[in-house]
């Protein structure tokens, strides 16, 4: 599904090193955590990998598109039909409310289905209200339904709890997981919570831009069965 090769990525005209020349390959419909500290360059290997920024060097594989062969066209048509995002930040229009921020979603690919994603993410009763009369789990809720309108073929996730209390986290990340698991969507997370990679088929450790360890969860566990 996603195999990148000896992927360089620098900042400051290459002063700065972010990215050493990462390989991985990911498979389709498989649950990835991305872990590590601040600043391990796990955030910029997502943006690489989702086609967010391009690399310095290596190259990204999706079957057999090539990220680093694409025009910047190119580069957005196969973020709109290909890749859904959802962020610590929640990025909502303000001045749009909730079914209006999901339908610009759910409009890049013509669905017509996104109330019941709205629906499912427990926010129906929250059509008509706008994003500064939200709580925090209710943002993060409609960046996930506007995901998900989408219908992607591969979600990235930065930090989707990070903002979030426990109860809410848990309920968020639950929703994620689940959605995954009936939409069959391939799912990569990065985090610094080691709990949370509990969840994941495939954990990917960095440190100062390089992969430095790579496992598999034999019996990934659920959003209520790990720590916090």
Request: proline share 2%; with cysteine; aromatic share 6%.
């Amino acid at each position: 599904m996603i195999k990148a090769e000896n992927i360089v990525k620098t900042y400051n005209g290459g002063a700065v090193e972010v990215l050493k020349g990462v390989s991985l390959d990911i498979k389709e419909g498989e649950k990835v955590v991305i872990l590590g500290a601040s600043g391990s360059g796990k955030s910029t290997l997502l943006s690489v990998l989702s086609g967010l920024e391009r690399m310095d060097g290596g190259k990204v594989f999706y079957d057999d598109k090539d990220l680093s062969s694409m025009t910047e066209k190119q580069l957005t048509e196969f973020r709109r039909n290909t890749v859904g995002f959802i962020f610590q930040q929640y990025y909502l229009l303000p001045h749009l409310n909730v079914e209006n921020n999901v339908k610009m979603g759910a409009d890049l690919i013509g669905n017509k289905d996104f109330r019941e994603i709205i629906k499912a993410v427990g926010l129906e009763s929250k059509l008509k209200n706008k994003p500064a009369e939200l709580s925090g789990g209710e943002q993060q809720r409609v960046c996930i339904a506007r995901a998900l309108a989408k219908n992607p073929k591969v979600l990235f996730l930065d930090e989707p709890t990070g903002a979030l209390d426990e109860k809410t986290g848990r309920e968020v990340l639950d929703y994620i997981i689940k959605s995954q698991g009936e939409r069959g969507f391939t799912m990569v997370m990065v985090t610094h919570n080691l709990n949370i990679a509990e969840t994941a088929d495939t954990v990917i450790k960095m440190n100062s831009g390089v992969i430095t360890e790579v496992y598999h969860n034999a019996t990934p566990k659920t959003a209520f069965e790990i720590g916090w």
